[in-house]
């Protein structure tokens, strides 16, 4: 009699119930802090070593597809083991469980700045300015140590970080990311390639497709739509959804593209949105959910849950169509020896743009005096030497803010 052929192990991971990865990924959103570097170590301890929902090189693939597309790297992660594990209703509980708790509590704060009215000289608000500061520097930081560890990369990050902070709009932000592309393309195309690891996809190849013109189509087709319509509506949504395209390396990269979309129009003032940026420090799940106050507190109407559903929605929304046209054809993308080189220079162009929004609102806009510096240096050291959690730096400095004022 033949031998029977040993299981497939990503049998585990192809069949699964949506209700179970909304389980899992609920228990995630409510625990997971400290950003997307940390949100993929919880994630890894979850799926990889507790359940064994998939193994180590095909999470490590998932983890590499997700720095390559735009968006929030955790989050994708998230979308694309809902993907694999239970399909496309699956990847939007994923997406749901992981993301829901955080954007509850932070359409719920957006009620209370409302209630509270003009918040611009509360020292409480100074405070999350001040740890905002701090947790900003912390990723560039860490970023650069691996994104940009050599000189040739470290200098793309230096002339990325220059020429933001020169020319301060969103069609600049990606002028940089494609040249950056270019130069790594040029400076560190080698003839190897990627693994070759193969990833357990359910996704057919039209669905795939799909995905990809529903993107494109919507990203082109949006501001054509909400000049037309004179919609505010629209208009939230279609700066939330090229936020959500445009960000290359998600997390605190974010924070110079949907400042410019929300607070240059005046849909939210520059203290309410820095004020919700700390606040997003302070609660677990990912930093994107800073879309979901954006939008509750913004004017004009829609607003409040309504105004928090549009944004979040359509600032995730890019994330799910790209995993999911990404996701099938990715193991042999992965390979190419062009898209690694061009990926290196658009990760080193990332650590720039986010060195810039450090100086550029974030530290312009909270550090004035002696005091804010040490009340920043201070937040930072808790973060790099102490290894404190995010939600207890922005709790110290939001306290010390109080204390020096009140002195």
């Not at 735009?70 to 594990?85: H, K």
């Not at 357990?200 to 795939?208: D, E, H």
């Not at 690694?340 to 220079?345: I, Q, T, V």
Request: net charge neutral; glycine share 10%; with cysteine.
């Amino acid at each position: 009699m033949q031998a029977a052929s040993p299981p497939d192990p990503a049998d585990a991971l192809r069949h699964g119930s949506a209700l179970e990865v909304f389980l899992v990924a609920s228990k995630l959103g409510l625990t997971s802090f400290g950003g997307p570097i940390a949100h993929l170590g919880y994630f890894h301890n979850e799926y990889v070593e507790r359940r064994k929902w998939l193994s180590e090189d095909a999470y490590a693939e998932i983890v590499a597809l997700s720095q390559a597309l735009p968006g929030p790297a955790s989050s994708q992660v998230g979308i694309a083991i809902g993907l694999m594990r239970a399909g496309l209703v699956g990847a939007i509980m994923a997406w749901i469980g992981f993301t829901l708790p955080s954007a509850a509590v932070l359409v719920a704060f957006a009620f209370g700045v409302k209630e509270i009215g003009d918040i611009s000289d509360a020292a409480w608000l100074h405070g999350l300015k001040l740890a905002a500061v701090a947790i900003v520097a912390f990723a560039v930081w860490g970023m650069a140590r691996n994104l940009a560890p050599d000189k040739e990369r470290a200098t793309i990050a230096i002339i990325a970080t220059i020429l933001a902070l020169s020319l301060e709009t969103a069609l600049a932000q990606v002028g940089i990311i494609v040249l950056a592309g270019l130069i790594g393309w040029k400076l560190f195309f080698s003839a190897g390639g990627g693994p070759d690891t193969h990833l357990p996809v359910s996704v057919g190849r039209n669905v795939a497709i799909g995905a990809w013109v529903v993107f494109f189509c919507l990203l082109f087709g949006l501001p054509l739509a909400a000049a037309a319509a004179e919609s505010q509506a629209l208009n939230i949504f279609d700066s939330f959804y090229r936020t959500g395209s445009l960000v290359f390396g998600g997390g605190h990269v974010v924070l110079p593209l949907i400042q410019r979309e929300v607070v240059a129009p005046g849909w939210v003032t520059q203290d309410d949105f820095l004020a919700g940026y700390g606040a997003a420090q302070a609660v677990p799940g990912p930093l994107f959910t800073l879309s979901a106050y954006l939008g509750a507190i913004s004017d004009p109407r829609p607003n409040g849950v309504l105004g928090g559903t549009i944004a979040l929605t359509a600032i995730f929304l890019p994330s799910f169509l790209l995993v999911v046209g990404g996701l099938p054809a990715w193991s042999l993308i992965r390979r190419n020896p062009s898209f690694l080189a061009s990926l290196r220079g658009v990760n080193a162009a990332v650590v720039g743009l986010l060195l810039a929004a450090l100086y550029n609102p974030v530290f312009t806009s909270a550090v004035g005096s002696a005091e804010d510096f040490s009340i920043a240096i201070a937040a930072f050291g808790l973060l790099a030497f102490w290894k404190s959690p995010p939600w207890l730096v922005v709790a110290f400095s939001a306290i010390a803010a109080v204390v020096v004022d009140a002195v």
